[in-house]
């Protein structure tokens, strides 16, 4: 696992937090897709052909799902992979000016 090494910050420079990874903003926008449509880990993981564990660790942001697996969650959770994978993007884009936060209107726009 790569550690990550914080730099002395510049004097009068904004220290950051540690740039999230890929698997965790998916797991949050997946979880908060998946809330939103009120379904358990179980109900979305069976659509999808996975297992609610195996689930459970991606929205943890603990494992990067292959793409046939994304692919089959987000079909699962009525969205599309370009629709998330472009809202994870811009999350990701986002992240400098501060932590982003996954609104409901954002998690509708997935459902779409």
Known sequence: MT???RLH??????VMDPEPLWREVLGQRLRALRSRRGETLT???ERAGISPQY???IERGLKDPSS???AAVAGALGATLIDLTSQVTGDLRS???GAPQISGHQALLLAA
């Open 68 to 70: 046939e697996v994304l």
């Open 9 to 14: 910050a510049v004097p009068n420079q904004r």
């Open 3 to 5: 550690e990550i090494v």
């Open 95 to 97: 992240y400098a000016f």
């Open 43 to 45: 109900e979305t993981a």
């Open 55 to 57: 689930l459970s660790e």
